[in-house]
């Protein structure tokens, strides 16, 4: 009887799971608008080269709407309250100063008295009292004399914020770049209004690249981290090595080809290769 047969060797027995992946910047980072405003044309396109602090994106504040007639002349009569206040504070202060100086002049001349003997303990410590109250009530005026100045500006300013009458030129926002890398991807390129935490364009650095493979649950259990890696077909001759970075512990349930719902889990294959070098199959 004619039989297949083979001589029985000993060697090193390697399985392995064979998938296609996809290759991702490991660690990518999206630049955002930190205000609302209007964000003028990002001159960056993906593929240029950034460095920390770079600004890579320009926000105007919004300009202001216009108010109407009614609302203007309320701001105006409370800009002239505002100002009569400021006078008023003034001749607090310096009525208030005047009190000081008189208590202070009291005091020296109570002292004096009681040196020479002309004067009791009882109204020197009168004159200190009045002297420390008109003292605190000096700078209490003051303090109003303050508010009331800043009253008066901040009603100004909303006339010529809301009024149009600005005065000069907006002052814009540069958002600078955290870290140093390529540009992968510009969200928002034209000129346009953007509310806070509007993603602007990604950053990354293109040298720090891995690979992202979907398998079956049941190939998933299998691998660890720090497992070896054989990279092939990625647009060069040689297969280039790497090592599982992590293994993700939550499947997804994906429909395969033929209509059959599989769970599948994901894992991480890191590999550093020069800019442009990488290529992917799946």
Not at 86 to 109: G, I
Request: hydrophobic share 40%; proline share 4%; charged share 30%.
């Amino acid at each position: 009887m004619a039989v297949e047969t083979v001589a029985v060797t000993k060697g090193r027995f390697i399985a392995t799971v064979d998938e296609d992946g996809k290759t991702r910047v490991r660690d990518r980072y999206v630049v955002a608008a930190p205000l609302a405003g209007r964000l003028s044309r990002i001159r960056f396109k993906v593929g240029d080269q950034v460095q920390v602090d770079d600004a890579v994106a320009t926000i105007t504040p919004s300009p202001s709407p216009l108010m109407d007639p009614r609302t203007r002349r309320e701001v105006e009569e409370m800009l002239g309250t505002a100002e009569a206040n400021l006078e008023r504070a003034k001749a607090v202060v310096e009525r208030a100063r005047a009190q000081s100086e008189q208590a202070n002049t009291d005091l020296a001349r109570t002292r004096t008295l009681a040196q020479q003997g002309a004067a009791i303990a009882q109204a020197l410590e009168r004159a200190e009292l009045a002297m420390r109250l008109a003292d605190r009530d000096r700078r209490a005026a003051e303090f109003q004399d303050h508010a009331a100045e800043h009253e008066i500006s901040q009603q100004r300013a909303l006339l010529a914020r809301y009024g149009g009458d600005s005065g000069g030129q907006v002052e814009s926002w540069n958002v600078a770049s955290p870290v140093a890398g390529v540009v992968l991807k510009v969200a928002q390129e034209s000129e346009t209004i953007v509310q806070p935490g509007a993603p602007l364009l990604d950053i990354g650095d293109a040298r720090d690249l891995e690979v992202v493979v979907d398998v079956l649950s049941t190939d998933a259990v299998e691998i660890r981290s720090g497992a070896e890696v054989a990279i092939d077909h990625w647009g060069g001759e040689e297969k280039m090595k790497g090592q599982v970075r992590r293994v993700e512990p939550a499947a997804f349930t994906k429909i395969s080809t033929p209509g059959v719902e599989e769970q599948e889990g994901q894992c991480s294959r890191r590999h550093h290769v020069a800019t442009g070098a990488v290529g992917a199959t799946g």
